[in-house]
């Protein structure tokens, strides 16, 4: 089991940079891909971003390309998700979420952790 607690959320005005962490507990969190989804009010919660567990491979929503970098330090048991040229679509509530499976997971429904979210509300 791993449980995953997010920090780094707040205000910001467009334009700016936030960066998300995520702190995961147990021993095997370099066997997990680790993902980034977000959810606005009233709408489902959707992919953002993901890092393989090597750090190998990364894979990004079309919306947040070019602009968000996620990044990993295994021996920090430590996700991260910089978000640079913020917008304010970009407000939601982030979670970081952690999952076993060998194949990428679009489908929240389909991941086995996740964290309680951090609030990232961008003001224009």
């Known amino acids: 089991q791993v449980q995953l607690v997010e920090s780094g959320g707040g205000l910001v005005q467009a334009g700016g940079s936030l960066r998300l962490s995520c702190a995961a507990s147990?021993?095997?969190?370099?066997?997990?891909?680790m993902y980034w989804f977000r959810q606005a009010p009233g709408t489902e919660r959707g992919f953002v971003a993901a890092i393989s567990r090597s750090s190998a491979t990364t894979y990004y929503a079309d919306s947040v390309k070019g602009r968000f970098t996620i990044s990993r330090d295994n021996a920090k048991n430590t996700v991260y998700l910089q978000m640079n040229s913020l917008k304010p679509e970009d407000t939601a509530l982030y979670y970081c979420?952690?999952?076993?499976?060998?194949?990428?997971?679009?489908?929240?429904?389909?991941?086995?952790?996740w964290g309680q979210g951090t609030q990232v509300t961008v003001s224009s």
């Open positions: 979420a952690a999952d076993g499976a060998s194949a990428l997971r679009y489908d929240p429904m389909r991941i086995d952790y």
């Open positions: 147990g021993r095997t969190f370099s066997t997990y891909r």
